[in-house]
């Protein structure tokens, strides 16, 4: 592995399944978010764009760090080398929009489910 580790973050956001690159993933200490920052974005000297990843670009080009809500986050992979991100959108489900679960909520006074 690299000195420094690069993070693969997959989180769902808005119907859409965004794939980014990060140097620092945390717990945070916000109760149900984890924290990344130190986004990585490919200077590619390249012809063809990304247009997704441009998009990224342009959502994140002001952002230092970011909360994700726990329910949301897919996956975090450690990585060799930072790969090209992406925003992908949901496949099925026509119009319907998932509705978020939450492991804690105010029906169970707060205690885990079960």
Known sequence: MSAEPIYRVVFLNQGEIYEIYVKNVYQ????????IEGFLFGERNQVVVDPSEERLKAQFSEVARSYIPMHSIIRVDEVEKE????????KGGGNVTPFPT???????GGKKPG
Do not use: A, H, Q, R
């Open 83 to 90: 790969g090209v991100g992406k925003i992908t959108e949901v």
């Open 102 to 108: 939450f492991p804690y909520g105010p029906d169970n």
């Open 28 to 35: 945070s200490d916000l109760y149900g978010f984890l924290e």
